[in-house]
């Protein structure tokens, strides 16, 4: 019974947004980025969007201390994608003129 009262809650707010100046956007393209807001005529390219910094990808500088068979260090760098690929449904923000800060993905 509780599972089923759950379940029903999670249905309820599935589409629901908190915030008031928060939209859904469609990415079009990836990773020269291009959204289409729900309900804007026309799609938004890079220059007018932000997109949070664990949208994008992430370069890290990495040093290893290796013991064995021998002691040496090995430096390099660690690339993780961006979790974002075309057709992902989007949650933004409009920002002043007509730029948009892209918050995150929907579940």
């Given at each position: 019974?509780?599972?089923?009262?759950?379940?029903?809650?999670?249905?309820?707010?599935?589409?629901?947004?908190?915030?008031?100046?928060t939209?859904r956007?469609?990415?079009?393209?990836?990773?020269?980025?291009?959204?289409?807001?729900?309900?804007?005529?026309?799609?938004?390219?890079?220059?007018?969007?932000?997109?949070?910094?664990?949208?994008?990808?992430?370069?890290?500088?990495?040093?290893?201390?290796?013991?064995?068979?021998?002691?040496?260090?090995?430096?390099?760098?660690?690339?993780?994608?961006?979790?974002?690929?075309?057709?992902?449904?989007?949650?933004?923000?409009?920002m002043?003129?007509?730029?948009?800060?892209?918050?995150?993905?929907?579940?």
């Open positions: 019974m509780m599972g089923d009262a759950i379940k029903l809650l999670k249905e309820k707010v599935a589409g629901h947004i908190d915030a008031r100046d939209e956007a469609t990415l079009l393209s990836w990773p020269t980025a291009k959204i289409e807001v729900d309900g804007d005529p026309h799609p938004y390219e890079s220059a007018s969007l932000v997109f949070a910094d664990y949208l994008q990808e992430q370069e890290i500088e990495v040093t290893f201390d290796v013991l064995e068979p021998e002691p040496s260090v090995l430096k390099g760098k660690i690339i993780i994608p961006s979790p974002l690929q075309v057709g992902d449904r989007l949650l933004v923000s409009r002043t003129g007509q730029r948009y800060y892209v918050l995150g993905k929907e579940r």
